[in-house]
T-cell receptor, first 112, second 116 residues
């Protein structure tokens, strides 16, 4: 079983829709979490950081459920430019320092 | 503020040849990472530097891969000899937080390696 699991998608939604991705992680000691966005043939870019129960930034909301060990990303009012792969990332404590563990990503396609 | 710079962006070599990648992190970021990303997968850590010290190289295949960060700024990653399975994107990232809970990392554009 992978340490960070995501539905690969693709999620195909119309402009203006609300879409949510879930991500589950296996290490209960993980302290912090991130969502990165990666466009095709580009580098991952930090979208949101989650240090407590959640975070909100405009149309994007991340929520953390430590008891069930999952993180979600909600995108409201989807734009064509939101089409990308969204990487769920867990900051795992290993040997007294932290290490990012990436999921394989969820692909989002927003259609006109 | 300039981001993480990597070169070359693309590299095509024949198997058994050597190859090197270069990275310049964001100014002031003491922590530098090299990742490998295969198609359809997330990045996987190869090595982490704190200034010039390699503090986590447990995932670096040391028989053919090597890295250095001599002055604690720029870094190079080398593969010698390259194998077909090394074809991937090699990403460099940097952070101002030393592997802590606030481990926000910023990535360069990557080097896309193709081994023929």
């Amino acid at each position: 079983r992978k340490e960070v699991e995501q539905d690969p998608g693709p999620f195909n939604v119309p402009e203006g829709a609300t879409v949510a991705f879930n991500c589950t992680y296996s290490n209960s000691a993980s302290q912090s979490f991130f969502w990165y966005r990666q466009d095709c043939r580009k580098e991952p870019k930090l979208l949101m950081s989650v240090y407590s129960s959640g975070n909100e930034d405009g149309r994007f909301t991340a929520q953390l459920n430590r008891a069930s060990q999952y993180i979600s990303l909600l995108i409201r009012d989807s734009k064509l430019s939101d089409s990308a792969t969204y990487l769920c990332v867990v900051n795992k404590l290993m040997d007294s320092s932290y290490k990012l563990i990436f999921g394989s990503g969820t692909r989002l396609l927003v259609r006109p | 503020e300039a981001g993480v710079v990597q070169s070359p962006r693309y590299k095509i070599i024949e198997k058994k040849q050597p190859v090197a990648f270069w990275c310049n992190p964001i100014s002031g970021h003491n922590t530098l990472y090299w990742y490998l990303q295969n198609l359809g997968q997330g990045p996987e850590l190869l090595i982490r530097y704190e200034n010039e010290e390699a503090v986590d190289d447990s995932q670096l295949p040391k028989d053919r891969f090597s890295a250095e960060r001599l002055k604690g700024v720029d870094s190079t990653l080398k593969i010698q000899p390259a194998e077909l399975g090394d074809s991937a994107v090699y990403l460099c990232a940097s952070s101002s937080h030393s592997g802590g809970a606030r481990n926000e990392q910023f990535f360069g554009p990557g080097t896309r390696l193709t081994v023929l």
